[in-house]
């Protein structure tokens, strides 16, 4: 049976190796047909909002706080309705 197992993972990594290939090709065939998407063009594409980077959200110690003090009780009331569920009746 270990053999199986064995001769089975080879066929399925020369399968993956041959689909590796396949992925190559198609992104040298993608690239070729739009050459902005390659990434030294990457800003040229963004200028009109493809592949533009988002600002990251920054958010106050309060706004941590809050937001962290509202998942504890989240929490703690998700936790308190799984033990009644499971408490017998």
Do not use: Y
Not at 7 to 30: F, P, S, T, Y
Not at 47 to 76: C, E, I, V
Request: glycine content about 6%; aromatic content about 6%.
């Amino acid at each position: 049976m270990a053999m199986g197992v064995t001769v089975q993972r080879e066929w399925a990594r020369l399968g993956a190796h041959a689909r590796l290939i396949a992925i190559e090709r198609e992104k040298v065939a993608i690239l070729k047909a739009f050459p902005e998407l390659r990434r030294n063009g990457a800003a040229d594409a963004s200028t009109n909002g493809f592949l533009a980077d988002k600002p990251k959200r920054q958010f106050s110690a309060a706004a941590r706080r809050r937001m962290s003090a509202g998942m504890r009780k989240f929490w703690a009331r998700r936790k308190a309705e799984a033990r009644a569920k499971t408490k017998p009746a």
